[in-house]
């Protein structure tokens, strides 16, 4: 029974071993929140600028329009004075129509993120209303086997 209980012993402290490893091998991970706007990519652009820079007061520090990131001094009542960089990414879908928003802020706890992408979500909803809809995809029409594609007969 010894040689049982020792066996299982370190077999658990081999495999604690090995994830204590991996996880202090690989990189912190950073935490980021982010949401799906349908208003196109200027119009997301423009309000999560506004967002920073007018509503909440804070120093941008870099931006690209083109590419699409706002880099920008974080400040909050929990940070006090002292500000930490946070972004906030614009990523174009292919469609064309909607913008991937993922705002990152990694010294400071993820909900602030969250708060970020919420009041922006309700400032693109409050300037500019209801998302637009988006048009429903069609599947693509089956040729068939004998690439007839309305089905009838031949010609």
């Given at each position: 029974?010894?040689?049982f209980?020792?066996?299982?012993?370190?077999?658990?402290f081999?495999a604690?071993?090995?994830?204590?490893?991996?996880?202090?091998?690989?990189?912190l991970a950073?935490?980021?929140?982010?949401?799906?706007?349908?208003y196109?990519?200027?119009r997301?652009?423009n309000?999560?600028?506004?967002?920073?820079?007018?509503?909440?007061?804070?120093?941008?520090?870099?931006?690209?329009?083109?590419?699409?990131?706002?880099?920008?001094d974080?400040?909050?009542?929990?940070?006090?004075?002292?500000?930490?960089?946070?972004?906030?990414?614009?990523?174009?879908?292919?469609?064309g129509?909607?913008?991937?928003?993922?705002?990152?802020i990694?010294?400071?706890?993820?909900?602030?993120?969250?708060?970020l992408v919420?009041?922006?979500?309700?400032?693109?909803?409050?300037?500019?209303?209801?998302?637009?809809?988006?048009?429903?995809?069609?599947?693509?029409?089956d040729?068939?086997?004998?690439?007839?594609?309305?089905?009838?007969?031949g010609?």
């Amino acid at each position: 029974m010894r040689t049982f209980v020792r066996a299982v012993v370190s077999g658990t402290f081999a495999a604690l071993a090995v994830v204590t490893a991996i996880a202090l091998s690989s990189p912190l991970a950073s935490a980021k929140s982010g949401f799906d706007s349908s208003y196109g990519f200027d119009r997301t652009w423009n309000a999560g600028m506004r967002l920073v820079r007018v509503d909440l007061g804070l120093k941008v520090t870099e931006k690209d329009d083109v590419v699409g990131y706002l880099l920008f001094d974080y400040k909050s009542p929990e940070s006090g004075a002292k500000a930490v960089p946070a972004s906030m990414e614009f990523i174009r879908a292919k469609d064309g129509g909607s913008v991937r928003v993922v705002v990152q802020i990694p010294k400071m706890p993820g909900y602030h993120e969250q708060v970020l992408v919420d009041q922006l979500a309700r400032k693109l909803r409050s300037e500019y209303g209801d998302p637009p809809k988006t048009p429903p995809v069609s599947p693509p029409r089956d040729a068939g086997a004998d690439g007839d594609v309305d089905g009838g007969e031949g010609s």
